[in-house]
């Protein structure tokens, strides 16, 4: 069964790093999520991205996060400069149009 | 702002128990409603979900969900838990159209006493 999925498993950065999460979603979707989920609390939706662009952000993804397809099967999560409360997992998900999101495995982003 | 609802923090059961975790949603409009799945290190699976139809929705690993529209309520059941459920569990819409934003509860962690 195809699978979404991401890497690293785990980053750690430094405060005011760059990171960029990569995921590799199923080949035949056509939408693309990230959410996070902050130790001990919900999974947030951040972004969905449709026809290379974002369809709709949370008022989480200021100006400091970024999103890109560089090819036909990577989708990138940029976060410019990173601060400790990005500490999270983040995952990435997508769908073909209907039916459910597959979600990946989840990269661990750990800010020092 | 629409927000989904889960009553219960932890939830403690032995082997055999049955099984009901509340969830509810406030959001007057169409929704799509899931519950997911989250095992100790690994990723987020659909255990299953309600588009329209048959309110009494069946999943797998023997769960099943009951949509009350009048109650706003999504809860899931087992009637037979073993020890390979324990895991956390998420309730979660979706509005207007499945490839819309996901709406999490804020899970609820099920321990299975063998």
């Known amino acids: 069964e195809p699978e979404v999925t991401q890497t690293p498993s785990h980053q750690v950065t430094q405060m005011g790093q760059e990171v960029i999460l990569r995921c590799v979603p199923i080949?035949?979707?056509?939408?693309f999520y990230w959410y996070r989920q902050i130790l001990g609390q919900k999974v947030e939706f951040l972004v969905s991205f449709y026809n290379n662009e974002i369809s709709e952000k949370s008022e989480i993804f200021d100006d400091q996060f970024s999103v890109e397809r560089p090819d036909g099967s990577n989708f990138t999560l940029k976060i410019r400069s990173t601060k400790l409360e990005d500490s999270a997992m983040y995952f990435c998900?997508?769908?073909?149009?209907?039916?459910?999101?597959?979600f990946g495995p989840g990269t661990r982003l750990t800010v020092l | 702002a629409q927000s989904v609802s889960q009553h219960n923090h932890h939830v403690i059961l032995s082997e055999a128990a049955s099984l009901e975790l509340g969830c509810n949603y406030s959001?007057?409009?169409?929704?799509?409603l899931f519950w997911y799945v989250q095992y100790p290190g690994q990723h987020l699976q659909l255990l299953l979900k309600y588009f329209s139809g048959d309110p009494l929705v069946k999943g797998i690993k023997g769960f099943e969900a009951e949509f009350i529209k009048s109650k706003f309520s999504f809860n899931l059941r087992k009637p037979s838990v073993q020890w390979s459920d324990t895991a956390e569990y998420f309730c979660a819409v979706t509005l207007y159209s499945s490839a819309s934003k996901i709406i999490f509860g804020s899970g609820t962690r099920l321990s299975i006493r063998p």
């Open positions: 080949s035949n979707h056509l939408y």
């Open positions: 959001y007057g409009g169409t929704v799509n």
């Open positions: 998900a997508s769908i073909r149009v209907t039916d459910t999101q597959y």
